[in-house]
């Protein structure tokens, strides 16, 4: 996989590259080109500001034109909130991300162009891109620098991303409990329950047992929770016992 360069035309504060940095940094991405920072370059707020993505800012280059930052590129998407009046095809940052994904298979050199905090990219800027991406928003559609690319760089990763949609939190206390700690509940409870006198008449007794079985099966529980239910469950045979006061 080639990864999209993220290349920012004239931007004019290092906070903003350097929270630019971090975001591609969260999401795989590592190819920063800078076109005419008006702060110049390095520097220091942008380094400041990317934390851990410092060698993001560190190996990011700096191009006089956006033109030169593009050149061996092959596919590239420019970002604007804006209607142009420009013939070109719009994208949302997903299927955009999808279209990355796929020349990036093909071994083509990708990137995506964001503009400057004041007045975003020009005409001209967009002439070089091959489509436009535009973020959906509910009303107010501007967003800041960092905001873009976190954005865009989000969904570029999430389109290759294998993590399924949930899953338990992984340790020692949430982990499946195993068959035999998941009999020695349904045991436990069954003995209470047959004990205060739930499980009754005694010719529906199996079939009542099986279906709190699989009640407790279709629950998914971890080892914690089984350890929680079966402390439950003793405290309330306990309670059997307690002298009410009074």
């Known amino acids: 996989m080639n990864p999209p360069a993220v290349i920012l035309s004239h931007p004019q504060l290092g906070e ?12 795989g991405l590592s190819d920063l080109r800078l076109v005419a920072p008006r702060s110049g370059w390095p520097n220091a707020k942008a380094a400041a ?14 191009f006089a034109t956006v033109a030169e930052a593009v050149g061996e590129l092959n596919l590239v998407f420019a970002t604007t909130a804006r209607e142009r009046g420009i013939a070109r095809e719009i994208l949302t940052p997903a299927e955009a991300a999808k279209r990355l994904r796929v020349a990036s298979t093909r071994d ?11 007045a975003g990219l020009d005409n001209d ?35 290759g991303d294998a993590t399924p949609p949930a899953r338990l939190e992984h340790g020692p206390l949430q982990r499946k409990p195993t068959r035999e700690e998941m009999v020695q509940l ?61």
Not at 108 to 118: A, D, M
Not at 135 to 158: H, I, K
Not at 213 to 236: F, K, N, P, S
């Open 16 to 27: 903003n590259i350097g929270a630019a940095a971090r975001a591609m940094a969260n999401f």
């Open 49 to 62: 500001m990317a934390a851990g993505a410092a060698s993001v800012v560190d190996n990011a280059r700096v």
């Open 125 to 159: 800027e967009i002439s070089l891109c091959d489509a436009v991406i535009t973020v959906p928003t509910a009303e107010f559609a501007s967003l800041n620098l960092g905001q873009a690319v976190l954005v865009t760089s989000y969904e570029w990763f999430r389109a």
């Open 186 to 246: 349904f045991e436990h409870l069954e003995r209470e329950l047959l004990a205060s006198g739930f499980l009754y008449p005694p010719d529906k007794v199996d079939g009542m047992a099986r279906a709190i079985r699989a009640t407790l099966h279709r629950a998914g529980l971890t080892y914690q929770e089984v350890q929680t239910l079966r402390g439950m469950i003793v405290a309330l045979a306990k309670g059997k016992h307690r002298v009410r006061k009074g």
């Open 108 to 118: 083509e050199r990708t990137g995506i162009l964001f503009g400057n905090e004041r």
